[in-house]
């Protein structure tokens, strides 16, 4: 069974400084998505950036990035110059195989504060 | 504007009555999900279906269950509410085609039983 882990319960930052977020995934498929996602504090959830397991290169969207270890099952999120707005909850999920009706399985959470 | 709707944001409700909540989705994708997240913020997926199939987390009680208009609606009904259905239920949707895996959420209905 697939199985999504973040170890990290919160992390405080200043702000404009860099905040590095741990993940690590269990599954016995050979291909499978990785995602991360912001729930802010009116509790929308919003898609930020994808791994895909196939791909060598870590995925970069604007400020985010991907810390992509496979060998170590392991998807970090990256956020360089942090803004008070990227205080929120990030959450790390994985899809496996084909199977687009296929749910996303979510790790915790981490709950990032970005101080000025 | 394109996303995804939920409606009510917020429902209370007694033991044993019957809810249900709407979701509407305006991108264009084939696929919608219901998640369910706990006081601890946990979600978890409940029902995922598309034109082709349904699929249940077997973890579901029998008392839920989704219900489609078509493929840009997809509603969740809970026959008799127990204490534990209080959380946040939030309804998502995805292409099923290209390489674009990643699902859009609602803003969620918060969901309490008294």
């Known amino acids: 069974a697939q199985k999504v882990t973040q170890t990290q319960t919160s992390i405080s930052v200043v702000e404009k400084t860099t905040v590095t977020m741990d993940c690590v995934y269990e599954t016995r498929d050979s291909s499978y998505f990785l995602f991360w996602y912001k729930q802010t504090a009116s509790g929308e959830i919003v898609f930020l950036i994808r791994q895909d397991s196939y791909k060598k290169e870590n995925a970069t969207v604007g400020h985010y990035s991907l810390n992509f270890q496979k060998p170590k099952s392991s998807i970090g999120l990256i956020i360089t110059a942090t803004q008070i707005e990227d205080s929120a909850v990030y959450f790390c999920?994985?899809?496996?195989?084909?199977?687009?009706?296929?749910?996303?399985?979510f790790g915790l959470g981490t709950r990032v504060s970005v101080f000025p | 504007e394109t996303a995804v709707f939920q409606t009510p944001n917020y429902h209370v409700t007694q033991v044993g009555n019957e809810v249900s909540f709407n979701c509407k989705q305006t991108?264009?994708?084939?696929?919608m999900y219901w998640y369910k997240q706990d006081s601890k913020k946990l979600l978890k997926i409940m029902f995922s279906?598309?034109?082709?199939?349904?699929?249940v987390n077997e973890t579901v009680p029998r008392r839920f269950s989704p219900q489609s208009s078509d493929k840009a609606h997809l509603n969740l009904r809970i026959k008799s509410v127990e204490p534990e259905d209080s959380a946040v239920y939030l309804c998502?949707?995805?292409?099923?085609?290209?390489?674009?895996?990643?699902?859009?959420f609602g803003p969620g209905t918060r969901l309490t039983v008294l």
């Open positions: 999920a994985m899809r496996e195989g084909d199977n687009y009706a296929q749910g996303l399985t």
């Open positions: 991108l264009g994708h084939d696929t």
């Open positions: 279906y598309n034109n082709k199939q349904l699929i």
């Open positions: 998502a949707s995805s292409r099923d085609w290209g390489n674009s895996y990643e699902q859009y």
